[in-house]
C-alpha cells in the first residue's frame, strides 16, 4: 500500500482546467497581499481576477511613459471593472530615466527599478506574473518554434535573466510570484507542449482558463515584456 505521496493517483492524468485554476484560487488565497503589479494583459489580469475573489480591497499597480501606452490603456480598461480596485499609474519623466540609468543594466532594469521605487511609496509586498509566459509558452518565439528546444531554453534562462534581476531591482518590496509555486510547476509540467503553444496561438490553456474571467481584448492584446515599459510611447 503506497503511503507516501498521498497525490499519487493523480499522476500521470490529464490536468484540468479546473484543477489548475482551483491549485491557483488556493495559491492566492494563502498569500498575505493584497498588491498587484498590473500590466493588463493576460497574466496579471488573471491573478486580478482571483485576487477579487479574496481580498476586499486590491491595489493594483502599473507603469508605462504615457496615458496612451497599452499598458495603461488596457490596465485602466480593467481595472474600472472592479470597484474594489484601486489603481495607481506611474508615468515617469525622462529625467527621472535617464539617473536610474546604471552601467551593466539588462534591458529594462532601470523600469523595474523605478516600478518598485514606486511602489514602495505604498506597500513592501506584491504580487507579480512572472514565470507563467516560460512555462506556458507565452513568448511568440514559443509560437513560430513550437519546440521543446524552445520550450526549455526560455526556462533555463528564466533565473538568470528574469528572476535574480527582479530579485535585485526590487529593492525591499517583498514580491510574491504566484505562477511559480512548486504546485502550479508540477501541473504545467505534465502538459505536453503541444497542448500550450502551436504556430496559430500561445499560452492555449491559459486562454482556455481566461475565458469568461478576463475580457476577450484582454486575451487576445498583442503582448509586450516589462522591458518594453519604456520603449513604446503609443
Not at 55 to 67: D, M, P
Not at 203 to 227: E, M
Request: with cysteine; hydrophobic share 35%; charged share 30%.
Amino acid at each position: 500500500m503506497i503511503v507516501y505521496p498521498k497525490n499519487w493517483k493523480d499522476i500521470g492524468n490529464k490536468i484540468k482546467l479546473e484543477k489548475i485554476s482551483d491549485i491557483l484560487s488556493q495559491i492566492i488565497s494563502k498569500i498575505p497581499c493584497d498588491c498587484l503589479a498590473f500590466s493588463g494583459g493576460l497574466d496579471s489580469s488573471l491573478l486580478l481576477y482571483f485576487m477579487a475573489k479574496v481580498h476586499r480591497r486590491i491595489t493594483a499597480f502599473t507603469i508605462g511613459l504615457s496615458e496612451d501606452h497599452p499598458d495603461i490603456v488596457n490596465s485602466r480598461l480593467l481595472a474600472g471593472k472592479y470597484s474594489k480596485v484601486r489603481h495607481r499609474v506611474f508615468i515617469p519623466t525622462q529625467s527621472e530615466i535617464r539617473k536610474e540609468k546604471r552601467a551593466g543594466d539588462l534591458e529594462g532594469d532601470n523600469a523595474v527599478r523605478l516600478f518598485y521605487k514606486f511602489v514602495n511609496r505604498y506597500t513592501d509586498g506584491i504580487i507579480s506574473g512572472d514565470g507563467l509566459d516560460e512555462f506556458m509558452c507565452g513568448y511568440y518565439r514559443h509560437q513560430s518554434e513550437p519546440s521543446e528546444g524552445t520550450y526549455y531554453n526560455f526556462i533555463r534562462r528564466l533565473q538568470k535573466e528574469h528572476l535574480i534581476p527582479l530579485n535585485e531591482n526590487s529593492g525591499q518590496v517583498r514580491v510574491y510570484l504566484p505562477y511559480l509555486d512548486n504546485r502550479l510547476i508540477s501541473a504545467f509540467s505534465q502538459i505536453p507542449i503541444a497542448e500550450k503553444v502551436d504556430k496559430k496561438k500561445r499560452k492555449r490553456i491559459i486562454n482556455l482558463i481566461a475565458k469568461g474571467k478576463v475580457p476577450d481584448c484582454i486575451i487576445s492584446r498583442w503582448k509586450y515584456g516589462f522591458c518594453d515599459s519604456f520603449k513604446i510611447k503609443t
